[in-house]
């Protein structure tokens, strides 16, 4: 499929792949440093039940954008991106970052959502590990652009053995320095909703991998506990921050079950 732009109201021109074609628009946003082709594996196996869309966040990918955001603006992108491509109302996945901007959406405008997969994420702020490596390692990025020692520290937090690391490496590399500062200001801004998830009115899945060390499996369980519309919990043996690269059969399944469970609830889901 090509790229194609679409301007929202919120001032982006979105960069995203859109599958066209019948059944419930299934969105897909993407985590920190990824960008939309991260869910190739899961648009190629829902494509021909849902219209799938995966998009470029801000800071990422071929998305244009000007000017510092947070990730309210990007869930306001999500919206707009839901209207301006005629969506009415969409299943949501997100992974990581992509989760952060859902979970927003979902809180702005719920009316848009049959539901929402949580998908390696959390309703934090990010971590404090005791640890500056990474506030190190990015302030450098931003200086001095990308080395191998830089991407190959970020693959350790994000990918797994089954992802294919040449080609993040590629993605990384070719990231400015513009895109890499505004993407990494927007994840140490990040404002925590652990005391918002009782307003998360939507029905929402969780799927994590039990050897992300980019976020934790028990951070990514408090969501599930504290939403007042819980669904399925799938923990996947192995699986690192970006599972849906590393263990695509197991995510798929985990959201097919969850778009099962929508359908039989939503007649109009079936079309």
């Excluded at 949580?118 to 309703?123: E, H, K, S």
């Excluded at 640890?131 to 830089?150: I, P």
């Excluded at 994000?158 to 690391?165: R, S």
């Excluded at 669904?231 to 399944?253: C, F, M, W, Y």
Aim: charged share 25%; aromatic share 8%.
């Amino acid at each position: 499929m090509a790229v194609k732009f679409v301007d929202v109201p919120s001032g982006a021109k979105i960069a995203l792949e859109d599958t066209g074609g019948p059944g419930v628009p299934l969105v897909f946003s993407h985590g920190y440093m990824m960008n939309h082709t991260m869910f190739d594996q899961q648009v190629e196996y829902f494509k021909s039940r849902c219209r799938c869309i995966a998009w470029d966040a801000r800071g990422h990918g071929e998305t244009q954008w000007q000017g510092d955001f947070n990730y309210w603006d990007s869930a306001r992108d999500l919206l707009g991106l839901v209207d301006a491509l005629d969506l009415g109302k969409i299943v949501h996945v997100g992974m990581s970052q992509g989760g952060i901007v859902g979970m927003r959406g979902a809180l702005l405008e719920p009316e848009k959502f049959y539901g929402i997969v949580q998908l390696a994420t959390q309703a934090g702020e990010v971590p404090d590990s005791g640890d500056d490596t990474f506030v190190r390692t990015m302030d450098d990025w931003f200086v001095n652009g990308a080395d191998q020692g830089k991407v190959e520290f970020l693959a350790s937090f994000i990918l797994g053995p089954g992802a294919n690391h040449d080609y993040w490496h590629k993605a990384w590399f070719d990231m400015t320095k513009q895109q890499v500062r505004d993407a990494t200001g927007c994840l140490m801004s990040i404002d925590p909703l652990w005391d918002r998830l009782k307003d998360v009115s939507v029905p929402v899945a969780t799927i994590h991998g039990l050897a992300d060390i980019a976020t934790s499996h028990e951070l990514g369980l408090r969501t599930p506990q504290g939403v007042p519309d819980a669904r399925s919990v799938t923990l996947i043996e192995g699986g690192p921050h970006a599972v849906n690269i590393t263990h695509p059969d197991q995510v798929n399944k985990a959201i097919e079950e969850f778009l099962d469970e929508l359908e039989a609830e939503n007649l109009e889901m079936k079309g």
